[in-house]
């Protein structure tokens, strides 16, 4: 599984504004809807249980909210770069300014914790981190999620 099976340019935001973890996970869940189909409240209800069983703040910065939802086939995936660090409850209690939001089928199996497995290696690559900290637009952090040379004009 590659990341651009599952992320698309569209699923990538570059400043999202936000103020808190539960303004980041509606920010991203009104993303996710769109992309999926399904109303953002199911998506961010979702979230929201899975943020109850604990953090999905995995330490440096970044957070890699996920769950499983009725109503889609196939796995979903959106970026979001913060406008500013927030308190995620991160296992190291840093604050978080990357999230990487991982939407499964319920009957997804393996290919969900394959997907999450895959996130979870890149984003602890800080050299990865801190050129996505560096990227102001989507195509940039687009081509850095998904090891996609970027078209620079000439």
């Given at each position: ?115 999450l497995a895959k996130v979870s290696r890149l984003l602890k690559n800080e050299g990865i981190c801190e050129q996505l900290r ?21």
């Open positions: 599984m590659e990341i651009a099976e599952i992320l698309n340019l569209s699923g990538v935001i570059p400043a999202l504004k936000t103020g808190s973890k539960k303004h980041a996970l509606q920010g991203i869940s009104d993303v996710a809807a769109k992309l999926t189909g399904l109303h953002e409240r199911t998506v961010f209800d979702v979230l929201l249980e899975r943020e109850r069983l604990g953090s999905t703040g995995v330490g440096n910065g970044v957070a890699i909210p996920h769950g499983r939802l009725s109503g889609i086939n196939q796995l979903y995936a959106v970026f979001a770069k913060l406008d500013k660090k927030i308190d995620f409850e991160s296992i190291d209690e840093e604050p978080v300014d990357l999230i990487f939001l991982l939407l499964a089928p319920k009957s997804a199996g393996a290919d969900h914790l394959k997907a560096g990227s102001d637009t989507a195509e940039a952090l687009y081509a850095l999620l998904t090891n996609t040379p970027t078209v620079s004009a000439a």
